[in-house]
């Protein structure tokens, strides 16, 4: 069964710490993988995508690695800031006829001051 | 360009009505997906609409239908409301390949009473 797990499942830090943001699945075969942010009752907006081939994305304090071999993505976010506070989908799309997508659960993010 | 424009934005309804959400995707995008978020759940599928076809279905119940229109805009009807139906219904638009991801809409919440 094509499932995305994402931890921690909530998750409070400091502003100006960093942290990272694990995604497991099990979606298989495996097109491409993105990172959504979704701010409270907004609709999710996209951070970065990756392909099979990728390592390495980054969009600014936002970084995505990928290993495709054990089937395992994370989000680093380097010096947070509280526009961070959001939760946080690993979104996966495989490669059947219909390019059905898994979202996760998503992680949800708070950062204090 | 515009982005995915979901209508009405708030709404409120009694148990045993029906509603109709509205959206228009990014022009030039043929595919259009509904999705329902309560709080605390992630984003749950309920059906992919592609050029008027459904092309995709979650596991909703046959209460929730929609369809789409030749312009790409597309509606989404949930007849005889339950309280448990109250939620953030979000509407992505993407052009159908593998490779462009969804862009979404900022979501009609709808309140049962």
């Known amino acids: 069964k094509n499932q995305v797990e994402q931890s921690p499942q909530s998750l409070i830090i400091l502003e100006g710490k960093n942290c990272t943001l694990q995604?497991?699945?099990?979606?298989?075969?495996?097109?491409?993988l993105r990172w959504y942010k979704q701010d409270t009752g907004r609709g999710p907006v996209s951070l970065t995508i990756?392909?099979?081939?990728?390592n390495t994305k980054s969009n600014g304090r936002y970084t995505a690695t990928l290993d495709a071999d054990t089937k395992q993505s994370s989000l680093h976010i380097t010096a947070s800031q509280l526009s961070d506070s959001a939760s946080y989908i690993c979104?996966?799309?495989?490669?059947?006829?219909?390019?059905?997508?898994?979202f996760g659960p998503g992680t949800s993010l708070s950062v204090i001051p | 360009k515009a982005g995915v424009t979901q209508t009405p934005r708030y709404l409120i309804k009694t148990r045993g009505q029906q509603v109709t959400l509205s959206c228009s995707p990014i022009?030039?995008?043929?595919?259009v997906s509904w999705y329902q978020q309560t709080p605390g759940q992630g984003l749950q599928f309920l059906f992919e609409?592609?050029?008027?076809?459904?092309?995709n279905k979650g596991n909703f119940p046959g209460r929730f239908s929609g369809r789409q229109f030749s312009n790409s805009r597309s509606e989404m009807n949930v007849s005889t409301l339950e309280l448990g139906d109250s939620a953030l219904y979000l509407c992505?638009?993407?052009?159908?390949?593998?490779?462009?991801?969804?862009?979404f809409g900022s979501g009609t919440r709808l309140t049962v009473v």
């Open positions: 995604c497991n699945y099990t979606v298989s075969p495996f097109s491409n």
């Open positions: 992505a638009s993407s052009n159908g390949d593998r490779v462009t991801g969804y862009t």
């Open positions: 609409y592609f050029s008027e076809t459904q092309r």
């Open positions: 022009s030039g995008h043929r595919s």
């Open positions: 979104v996966v799309r495989g490669t059947t006829s219909y390019d059905k997508v898994i």
């Open positions: 990756m392909t099979f081939s990728e």
